[in-house]
């Protein structure tokens, strides 16, 4: 990983960061010990791929497997991808001022000061 | 309705029967682990699958009812027979075991299924043959997790391949049953309704032969059990497991939720 800093961190079922030590986070203690795979769907062809949670499996070949049955069993995806959670670094949450608040205040970066022609509908 | 040419009038919804009943009685057997397996990615797996065998079930019981003509439905057919009335094979009704034994009948049953349904989807029997081809990909699924799993526990640990050769070896026996033809398939593979039980023997073997050969487990040699599923004459479990199937129905006539 590239950055020390957040080595401590990872993502689990989609909770944004979680610290891997010092909290019970059900990393490499969950039942059997098989490890945790974060899923992403995708809903048709067209689009990009979604998170939609996470499972265990032993291995990444059984991990999409158990994703068909977990995730698009009432034909939510055409596609899946499955990611090892302990392989996404994530951003820390005290991190977050620095990193989001700046763009609050940046309303010129938003495509909002265009004058909408005449007849052009749902823009 | 297609006009099935049937001998005696009984053979082609006695087949349907025979196919149905086995779906129905693995799917429940399957339905045992929802809770109990080792995981619970793997109890929805198991889940998936015996819903789609009951789905099976479903379709070919309401078919055999329609081809027997005395008004009896799936439910019917599915709760109000007796042990002696059901012709499943004898592979579909013996315990479930541990999670590799369960596997094991899974492979062997779904690559009998996949062969069987392949077969069928050409039937002239055009309900056989919808029925069929619907659930080909659903079996194909079931094959190919049941292969992923004997794959892993047979060429894993010592443990895991000790238990994975000892499941295979104890399923082995019950699979020459759903070989077997007798006067029934002879006359309906003839009429063009059934599938050839023992044209389906070597595909299925060069499949299973196959994934215990990379599993690193031996081919079984043992000897066919004594069969009779399909005359029904069935094992001493299976009393037990029907009680189980049947008490609700029974004990509630026409109950809905």
Not at chain 2, 42 to 49: F, K, Q, R, T
Request: glycine residues 8%.
């Amino acid at each position: 990983m590239s950055d020390p800093a957040n080595e401590h961190l990872t993502a689990e079922g989609g909770h944004g960061a979680v610290p891997t030590t010092g909290v019970p986070t059900g990393i490499g203690r969950s039942a059997r010990d098989w490890p945790l795979w974060e899923v992403f769907v995708r809903s048709r062809r067209g689009l990009s791929h979604t998170h939609v949670g996470s499972l265990h499996a032993p291995d990444a070949e059984m991990a999409v497997r158990n994703a068909r049955d977990l995730y698009t069993r009432r034909q939510e995806g055409v596609s899946i991808w499955v990611v090892p959670a302990g392989q996404i670094v994530a951003s820390s949450p005290d991190e977050k001022d620095a990193f989001f608040d700046p763009a609050a205040d940046k309303i010129y970066r938003h495509p909002t000061f265009y004058d909408i022609p005449e007849g052009v509908d749902h823009l | 309705m297609t006009a099935v040419p049937t001998g005696d009038g009984t053979a082609a919804w006695t087949y349907a029967l025979r196919l149905g009943d086995d779906a129905l009685v693995l799917a429940q057997r399957l339905g045992e682990w929802i809770a109990a397996a080792p995981q619970l990615e793997e109890d929805v797996a198991i889940g998936n699958i015996a819903l789609d065998l009951l789905g099976q079930a479903r379709a070919l019981l309401t078919h055999a009812g329609e081809l027997e003509g005395a008004g009896r439905d799936e439910d019917a057919l599915a709760y109000f027979r007796d042990e002696r009335e059901f012709t499943n094979a004898h592979l579909c009704e013996v315990p479930n075991g541990d999670f590799a034994h369960t596997m094991a009948r899974l492979l062997v049953f779904s690559t009998y299924q996949s062969e069987l349904y392949a077969q069928l989807s050409t039937s002239v029997d055009e309900t056989l043959a919808a029925i069929a081809a619907k659930a080909l990909k659903e079996v194909s699924y079931h094959r190919d997790h049941a292969t992923q799993w004997v794959l892993r526990l047979g060429d894993g640990t010592d443990e895991s391949h000790r238990r994975m050769q000892a499941a295979v070896e104890a399923v082995w026996p019950y699979t020459a049953e759903l070989f077997e033809a007798d006067r029934l398939t002879d006359e309906l593979v003839v009429a063009g309704v059934a599938a050839d039980p023992v044209a389906m023997q070597p595909p299925w073997a060069a499949y299973v032969t196959a994934v215990l050969q990379q599993a690193t487990l031996p081919v079984p040699a043992t000897v066919p059990a004594v069969t009779g599923g399909r005359r029904g004459v069935h094992t001493e479990q299976m009393g037990y497991l029907l009680a189980e199937m049947q008490h609700l129905a029974r004990s509630h006539p026409g109950a809905t939720w």
